[in-house]
């Protein structure tokens, strides 16, 4: 059984940079990619980014230039440098991953989930 558990968030300053981190333990053979998803308080969860086995990327359109993913397959862990990042980017980011091939992402999708890391953008 494949587990996520996320890491990395804080409060940071607009304009400022954080990195977060997701450690995936368990058979990862069948999952296709790992993603980030965030949600602020009183919106829908929105899909962020996702890496797949073969290293194809998604960024949504909010982030896109100021967010990066990758990952380190000798460590399982999957990170996202999120830089330039302003007040809007307010959320509790969550690790998930899918057996499915998509160019988007689809929250129904994703069946492991992490339980969540807040980041906070603030002056």
């Known amino acids: 059984q494949v587990q996520v558990v996320e890491s990395g968030g804080g409060l940071v300053q607009p304009g400022g940079s954080l990195r977060l981190s997701c450690k995936v333990s368990g058979d990862t053979l069948i999952y296709w990619a790992f993603g980030w998803f965030r949600q602020a308080p009183g919106k829908e969860r929105e899909g962020v980014s996702f890496i797949s086995v073969d290293d194809t990327t998604y960024y949504a359109d909010s982030v896109k230039g100021r967010f990066t993913i990758s990952n380190d397959n000798t460590k399982k862990t999957v990170f996202l440098q999120m830089d330039n990042l302003k007040s809007e980017d307010t959320a509790i980011y969550y690790c998930?991953?899918?057996?499915?091939?998509?160019?988007?992402?689809?929250?129904?999708?994703?069946?492991?989930w992490g339980q969540g890391t807040q980041v906070t953008v603030s002056s």
């Open positions: 998930a991953a899918t057996k499915y091939v998509a160019r988007t992402m689809i929250s129904d999708e994703y069946d492991v």
